[in-house]
């Protein structure tokens, strides 16, 4: 098992990046990783104007994955969240869909206690350990560890927790993954610009795919599949999100597209991840028993 510390930190996702370890296919790591404010908020009282905002989103890594070739899929079982025990959030001017009638920062911590965010007095709310950050390094320019795009990055996607298995793409020689940007729980939009941020011990599995012809990212949970897209509209995202799982449909079934789009408009799910980054980012969730022919293992 690999340990990678969480101050092999970087904010952005970078073919250039130094790797911070080696692995191979089918290797378990584990990932220690800030909050997606490098752990600077202690309390609610603290002043705004002592942060750091270069220091925001870090991921740990990245990690080389050998034998990772351009055009491979690098398959991520996410195999545990382990998470600190006190949520931070923030919201503010400019910041989340609320950002022109707030005139102040304001900062929100809560304990966690018995698996359950102390909200308020009243108020308990489950958790739901998700990743913000996972992606692997894009072909081109670096990308802010805050904007998710075709390679991933800042997706906050509840789907991506516990039992997830994602698939990215590998753009460059041994993919160059990194993740971080834990929550305890979040809703979906995560609409105030941030969820129960939260340090984390993330251990995942990875493997290198060969010829593997899902639309990345893709996700598989609970008997269900994601097609995740990040556009700069929220339009423009689930039309991608939407036509990647009709590209998958027609893979995977002998359907024809008019009927792969009939499925979807009867069994599909279109959902929001998030609208407060820079690009916004959907998901179309299909049930898997729809694809009779989808057999993981022949990606190999």
Request: proline share 6%; glycine share 8%; hydrophobic share 40%.
């Amino acid at each position: 098992m690999h340990y990678i510390k969480k101050e092999q930190a970087i904010y952005a996702m970078d073919k250039n990046n130094t790797p911070a370890a080696s692995v191979n296919s089918g290797d378990r790591i584990v990932f220690e990783t800030y909050d997606c404010f490098t752990n600077q908020i202690r309390s609610e009282k603290q002043p705004v104007s002592k942060l750091d905002w270069n220091q925001i989103n870090p991921a740990t890594g990245p990690v080389y994955v050998e034998d990772a070739k351009p055009g491979d899929v690098l398959e991520v079982f996410i195999e545990k969240i382990d998470i600190g025990d006190t949520v931070t959030l923030m919201t503010g001017p400019e910041l989340g869909v609320l950002g022109d009638e707030l005139t102040e920062i304001s900062i929100k911590r809560a304990k966690i206690q018995n698996n359950l965010i102390q909200f308020s007095e009243n108020i308990e709310i489950p958790l739901n350990k998700m990743i913000g950050v996972i992606g692997t390094a894009p072909i081109g320019e670096a990308i802010s560890c805050g904007v998710p795009d075709l390679h991933g990055g800042n997706m906050d996607t509840t789907a991506i927790t516990e039992g997830t298995t994602l698939y990215l793409p590998v753009n460059v020689e041994g993919a160059l993954l990194a993740l971080g940007d834990c929550h305890a729980a979040m809703g979906d939009g995560e609409v105030s610009v941030c969820g129960g941020e939260v340090p984390a011990e993330v251990t995942v599995h990875v493997r290198v795919l060969k010829n593997c012809p899902v639309p990345t990212p893709f996700l598989i949970r609970d008997g269900h599949l994601s097609t995740i897209a990040s556009k700069p509209t929220l339009d423009e995202a689930t039309v991608d999100a939407t036509k990647n799982m009709v590209k998958t449909v027609l893979t995977y079934t002998s359907l024809k597209k008019d009927e792969a789009i009939h499925l979807l408009s009867l069994a599909g799910n279109l959902k929001i991840s998030q609208i407060v980054d820079p690009n916004k980012t959907a998901r179309m969730e299909l049930p898997i028993r729809y694809l009779a022919a989808l057999n993981t293992e022949e990606w190999l």
